[in-house]
């Protein structure tokens, strides 16, 4: 049971409401966590504004992958369901493809380094080396894909962290950190 209660959709800030109503046009229904931040409608807006922002830069494979391992290290149980879904069925990753994402590898070379240097990004809270740097780089990455890696990784830690604070009820198909062989 969430330590938050998640507001009923209906029971949401009224400010709320129309940025609640635009997630269950695009998705087909209000998961957990957009509940949760309706709470705040300004944490809401930002959290969806930055999503939209972001879904303008790198491929939605990428940035499902960046997120199935930000997830894995966070031990975000909530984030890692979600996104393993979502990485199935909107980005047609495949089910060894994402274990290799939750382990901050991928099967393909640019998606390898893209992974990788996020992972390294979240382990070190940013503090990465020079060799991560150029070995991103190696990968043909550009200085801007750097910055839109690190964007990826901030929002993924944050609904990570909400997640992990409030304990949020799954309503995903459910997979766990510890569950990774």
């Not at 129309?18 to 957990?32: I, T, W, Y």
């Not at 290290?73 to 495949?94: F, P, R, V, W």
């Amino acid at each position: 049971m969430s330590r938050i209660a998640i507001p009923a959709r209906e029971a949401a800030p009224a400010a709320a409401q129309p940025l609640l109503d635009a997630v269950e046009k695009q998705l087909g229904v209000v998961p957990n966590l957009y509940r949760l931040l309706a709470l705040s409608p300004a944490t809401l807006q930002g959290t969806l504004s930055l999503g939209g922002a972001l879904a303008k830069t790198l491929n939605v494979k990428t940035r499902e992958r960046i997120a199935l391992a930000v997830a894995q290290i966070n031990g975000c149980d909530y984030c890692l369901s979600a996104h393993t879904y979502l990485g199935l069925n909107l980005a047609k990753i495949d089910a060894s493809e994402i274990a290799l994402n939750r382990k901050g590898a991928s099967s393909d070379p640019v998606a390898n380094a893209a992974v990788a240097f996020a992972a390294a990004v979240t382990r070190s809270r940013g503090q990465v080396s020079d060799a991560d740097l150029v070995s991103v780089r190696a990968a043909g990455l550009t200085d801007a894909q750097i910055v839109e890696i690190v964007a990826v990784v901030a929002e993924n830690v944050f609904t990570n962290f909400i997640n992990n604070v409030a304990a949020t009820d799954i309503d995903f198909p459910v997979v766990r950190a510890d569950d990774l062989a």
